[in-house]
């Protein structure tokens, strides 16, 4: 059904040449339903007071109808012009389509607006307190937040909000002007990224699923189990579950005889298309589980967001378009 709502995109930019190719490539492409930009790129956690990293190590082995648009506000901790190595442009406009290759953002594009924000910096890239490296940005964001190297966020939020002053927004992703891996996603607060690791475009997509759908990471691992679910609550995010109310969740979409803990499948289709209960999500190997074996919020390697989050993700459009 055809609604007269959609969400707008706002993209705070540094003005580096490939920034600036950047917000060109945001304004060329514009909606056919909304005057504004369409999107220009590509979560930790889920609220802001969570103590752990929700950017995925890289990869292991194994509606309210509120009568108004819904605004995504992207801002880029980007700096001062230096000179790239060819083809980097066309990596940022590249990163300008990640988010809406993805459903069910793609098919519901007509409800988004992105709006791209110049942030100058008077410094590049991103400070690393770890290895004593600081640097003058328009957010002063930094890695090494809660003592991990690859968490990404800024503190400085009224600088993030002044330099959106003026624009109406509801959602920010931020573009760090970084090769390193890394980033991070608060909901209903910011994304923030990295954008010249090989890995950004996917993790852009992950930490949206934290700041814009509340999504928790399905990722847990040996080596830094985190004891953040008690295993007899169940997590309010709708894409983990202890069990404990699961027909809260997605009981639902599991078929009838489908085994608890649901056993893993080498079939690459059907690791990331069946429903089921499999253990090990939210940083905890145990007693967590995720409804599908793989998703865009469990590993970069896996194309598209699993089905109990595209209907959660799906449902919060709704709420906020319908």
Same mark, same amino acid.
């Given at each position: 059904?055809?609604?007269?709502?959609?969400?707008?995109?706002?993209?705070?930019?540094?003005? *580096?040449?490939?920034?600036?190719?950047?917000?060109?490539?945001? =304004?060329?492409?514009?909606?056919?339903?909304?005057?504004?930009?369409?999107?220009?790129?590509?979560?930790?956690?889920?609220?802001?007071?969570?103590?752990?990293? *929700?950017?995925?190590?890289?990869?292991?082995?194994?509606?309210?109808?509120?009568?108004?648009?819904?605004?995504?506000?992207?801002?880029?901790?980007?700096?001062?012009?230096?000179?790239?190595?060819?083809?980097?442009?066309?990596?940022?406009?590249?990163?300008?389509?990640? =988010?809406?290759?993805?459903?069910?953002?793609?098919?519901?594009?007509?409800?988004?607006?992105?709006?791209?924000?110049?942030?100058?910096?008077?410094?590049?890239? *991103?400070?690393?307190?770890?290895?004593?490296?600081?640097?003058?940005?328009?957010?002063?964001?930094?890695?090494?937040?809660?003592?991990?190297?690859?968490?990404?966020?800024?503190?400085?939020?009224?600088?993030?909000?002044?330099?959106?002053?003026?624009?109406?927004?509801?959602?920010?992703?931020?573009?760090?002007?970084?090769?390193?891996?890394?980033?991070?996603?608060? =909901?209903?607060?910011?994304?923030?990224?990295? *954008?010249?690791?090989?890995?950004?475009?996917?993790?852009?997509?992950?930490?949206?699923?934290?700041?814009?759908?509340? =999504?928790?990471?399905?990722?847990?691992?040996?080596?830094?189990?985190?004891?953040?679910?008690?295993?007899?609550?169940?997590?309010?995010?709708?894409?983990?579950?202890?069990?404990?109310?699961?027909?809260?969740?997605?009981?639902?979409?599991?078929?009838?005889?489908?085994?608890?803990?649901?056993?893993?499948?080498?079939?690459?289709?059907?690791?990331?298309?069946?429903?089921?209960?499999?253990?090990?999500?939210?940083?905890?190997?145990?007693?967590?589980?995720?409804?599908?074996?793989?998703?865009?919020?469990?590993?970069?390697?896996?194309?598209?967001?699993?089905?109990?989050?595209?209907?959660?993700?799906?449902?919060?459009?709704?709420?906020?378009?319908?």
């Amino acid at each position: 059904m055809k609604t007269d709502f959609s969400i707008n995109v706002q993209v705070n930019l540094g003005v *580096t040449p490939e920034i600036v190719a950047l917000v060109n490539a945001i =304004l060329c492409h514009r909606p056919t339903v909304a005057p504004t930009a369409e999107e220009a790129l590509d979560g930790n956690g889920q609220v802001d007071n969570k103590p752990e990293d *929700t950017t995925p190590a890289q990869p292991q082995q194994p509606t309210n109808k509120r009568g108004r648009k819904k605004k995504e506000d992207a801002a880029a901790d980007k700096p001062e012009p230096t000179k790239e190595p060819a083809g980097d442009e066309q990596q940022e406009a590249a990163a300008n389509e990640a =988010l809406f290759n993805h459903e069910p953002f793609k098919k519901m594009r007509d409800r988004f607006n992105v709006i791209a924000v110049k942030s100058p910096s008077e410094e590049s890239g *991103t400070s690393e307190p770890a290895k004593g490296i600081w640097k003058n940005t328009a957010l002063h964001s930094h890695f090494d937040t809660f003592y991990s190297d690859r968490y990404l966020t800024t503190l400085h939020l009224k600088d993030l909000h002044n330099w959106l002053a003026g624009t109406p927004y509801e959602h920010i992703i931020v573009l760090v002007n970084s090769k390193k891996y890394g980033g991070g996603g608060i =909901l209903n607060s910011y994304n923030l990224t990295s *954008t010249h690791h090989k890995w950004y475009k996917p993790v852009v997509v992950h930490e949206f699923g934290h700041s814009f759908a509340g =999504l928790a990471d399905e990722y847990a691992y040996d080596f830094e189990e985190i004891p953040m679910y008690p295993h007899d609550v169940e997590p309010w995010e709708p894409n983990i579950t202890t069990l404990v109310n699961f027909s809260s969740k997605w009981k639902d979409m599991v078929k009838k005889g489908t085994p608890i803990p649901t056993p893993l499948s080498k079939n690459t289709k059907v690791a990331e298309s069946k429903v089921g209960v499999f253990e090990g999500a939210g940083y905890s190997t145990k007693g967590v589980y995720r409804g599908v074996q793989d998703c865009r919020m469990r590993i970069n390697d896996t194309p598209e967001f699993c089905p109990v989050c595209k209907r959660a993700i799906t449902n919060l459009i709704d709420f906020y378009t319908k």
